[in-house]
């Protein structure tokens, strides 16, 4: 059986009706329902624009540009998604209820990449150019209790603001990242530098949009996380460094106060010993606080 | 100067308004005002489908699939546009005012190679092998003024139901197409196969989700036209073959009464051998009518 027919001699008036109409028989009712919303509204927009010919044709044009902008370690359109706002409106709407648990933030689109399994306390730096910052922590249930074994993906722009994936030719592949299991008090460390604010991608289609909308494409500086444990809704988020300029105009509109940390400097040649570091050190720290899983986030 | 910036603890309520304002030292107005909308409405869908963070992914994944499909050749966007009902809405708006010119519908996907020029009366079939069909025509003004030295750009698929560019081996390029220019009287010519109704490609993304939706992918027969002339808004049409099947439920949304021709077959010596034709042809008729310019629509 295939979709009701759309008839003949549709105006602005039953285009949408008959649009929504042509996927009735989609035996997913997820996809149906989802379809219905995106065809409503994709119509209404274009009905409130009234784009020319040409202007439709540059909007197909923009998006096949960003189609091609893709590989695999490129990710055009979930950039896209980030300065439009997006990418943080569905973490906001997937993370609604979790008082308690740490607030979510974009994916954003460098985690194209696995990241390399490390050793707790080992260094995410595999250039060593940079005063070193540790960053330790714990993940947490909802109620405190610590949680062992969990895994804590982490990745990040270096102290120039480059993700390895973007300069190849100088940093070693997963440079800034790595994949850590907690121990039994649930905690978990690794030393790292202190990222700099850094443009977005700025020589492909985005970036062109920024320019064209005056837009600046500074995000503040931070280091990526997704925390995930047994039982319960993984969170991916970001700690972002407290002096950090563009703290207030973030290009994808994921700043969380509660996500700011100080990265304080340490010059105690005991503790740098501590820690297996040589010379002064900056210090950050984030627990990670997971609620147990409920329904679909645990998908 | 950069639009105005976004503050942290951006929720549900507020990204919408952050995000527009923050295109908001746009220098293009109308760029400004289409991204508000484009904001307002795609995060109104959002909102409304609470995507989890997996679906939003695959969306990502969609669209750069389609993306990654697009070539010199395909155009997979234009595709998705025209089964989403969009391409039609946008072709519908433009001709909102049209009463007396030919209805408008759909580009199509397939107009992406430039028409080989030929001369009134030639074939844009060079294959030869199926049942000869003549087509003729006027452009004219609103006003019935028959337009001397109009464009006519027509593109057809065979009598199989393919373009040239889906058949590179065994389509010549330039096969099924052609670019004319009216006489003194503002008429038209040419011979070709009456194209068969056809399956928009399925073998990508928009395949996919006709698949995934129960939706055919047929378009009943037709020729593509664009009529351009100096001082008139150039009208992009069909004409569709009468008796074709899917003219009541085109995958694209394209189909106007208005625009359905009988293609007359005509077994008479005589008139064969008057047009150049060996043997009995189809025989299709349409006055392109146009509109004298005004405004926007004829940039």
């Known amino acids: 059986m295939t979709g009701s027919a759309p008839s003949a001699d549709l105006d602005e008036t039953t285009l949408t009706d008959a649009t929504i109409a042509s996927f009735g028989d989609t035996p997913d009712p997820r996809l149906r329902n989802c379809l219905s919303i995106l065809v409503k509204h994709l119509h209404a927009a274009i009905r409130e624009m009234e784009p020319t010919l040409d202007e439709w044709e540059r909007a197909v044009e923009f998006l096949t540009a960003t189609g091609h902008t893709c590989d695999d370690t490129r990710q055009e359109f979930v950039l896209l998604s980030d300065v439009l706002g997006v990418s943080s409106l569905v973490e906001n709407i997937n993370h609604r209820k979790s008082s308690g648990a740490t607030e979510a933030t974009v994916l954003g689109p460098f985690h194209m990449t696995e990241s390399p399994r490390r050793e707790l306390g080992a260094s995410i730096d595999e250039v ?35 993700y390895d994936v973007q ?65 319960h809704s993984p969170v991916t988020t970001h700690i972002f460094v407290a002096d950090s300029p563009y703290l207030e105009s973030d290009a994808v509109f994921a700043v969380k106060s509660s996500l700011i940390r100080e990265f304080q400097r340490i010059d105690d040649a005991e503790e740098s010993a501590r820690h297996g570091l040589a010379g002064p050190f900056a210090h950050a720290e984030i627990d990670l606080v997971l609620e147990p899983a409920r329904g679909r986030e645990s998908a």
Do not use: M
């Open 128 to 162: 060593g150019k940079a005063e070193p910052c540790l960053v330790t922590g714990r993940v947490l249930s909802a109620d405190g209790t610590p949680l062992a074994r969990a895994s804590v993906d982490v990745w990040q722009a270096d102290e120039d603001g480059f």
């Open 167 to 231: 300069r190849p030719d100088v940093l070693p592949p997963g440079n800034g990242r790595g994949l850590f299991t907690t121990d039994d008090e649930g905690r978990f460390r690794f030393s790292t530098v202190v990222p700099s604010h850094y443009p977005i991608p700025t020589d492909g289609p985005v970036g062109q949009l920024l320019l064209a909308t005056n837009r600046h494409p500074y995000r503040p500086a931070h280091i990526h996380f997704i925390a995930t444990a047994d039982g």
